[in-house]
């Protein structure tokens, strides 16, 4: 398997994993970044010498061949295309894990569309560099997009225009998601599906501590009070350690007795034989 014959308009895939590392293809680059949970040895360990980059944590934060990357190049990604590139903490502007809840996403808000008379208002906290967000946005949902950081936003508006949606309904909110879900309840406002990807420890717009542990359950109770009065989903994540997908359906559960249940792991993926890479987990509570 080379990574360059693997070419495809869905520009992403998991192409090894092994010694606490994870090799991806990213349309024409290929990284080896750290990854703790891949405890195994490599499946194909010739093919780690096609990375053109590599991330490590050791001895702080550094990346090796980062001069030979583009400052930033695009790809396609389930029917997202994404501006992607390399930060100092080792992100590029996407979490590939969360793609198949993109299709989903589209999936549920097309279904549920069909029903109403209205677009649906679709909501996305900790919303980062806006996957989730676009792939709403192409359903003709009307969506609202808050995350603290405003370099994150303006690149999620950015990918927005990458993907002819300069001009959709999007509301960009660089804030708090607390404060942020605890206006928008006093000022009556509703959203019909929520996704929420908390974080285990981050920061709001004015520097506000986020840690899961204390925030999930008062953020959530926020989020219920934002609902609308015919919500279709809310769509939990977690990368957290100790956040099973039970975890998060038991808080889902508790929150919203009345809807349907699922919960399961999100994974990095590729070509059949290469073993997937558990990176996080999801539950969802559909009511349509
Ligand atoms: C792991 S990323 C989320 C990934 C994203 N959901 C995705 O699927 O691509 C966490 C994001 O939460 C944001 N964040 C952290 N604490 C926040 C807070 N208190 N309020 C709003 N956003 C916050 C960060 O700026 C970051 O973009």
Redesign the pocket.
Known sequence: MSSKDNFTPNAYQLLDSGHGRKLEQFGEVTLDRPCAQAVWSPQFPKLWDHAEASFSRKDGLRWRGREKLPDAWTVPINGVTLKLSTTDFGHLG??PE?RGIWDWIRHKLNEARRRRETPLRFLNL????G??TLAAAQTGAECCH????KG?VQWASENAGLNGLGEAPIRWII???NKFLLREARRGRAYDAVLL?P?SF???KQG?L?KIEQDLLNTLENVKNVLSKRPAFVYLTS?TPGFSPIVLKNLLRQLLPEAKHECGEMLLEGAPEVYPLPSGTWSTASFD
Do not use: C
Not at 126 to 129: H, I, L, M, R, T
């Open positions: 996407v979490f969360t900790f919303a980062y560099s996957g989730a808050v995350d603290a950081s994150m804030d708090d998601v990807d974080p981050g920061r709001g506000e986020y990368h």
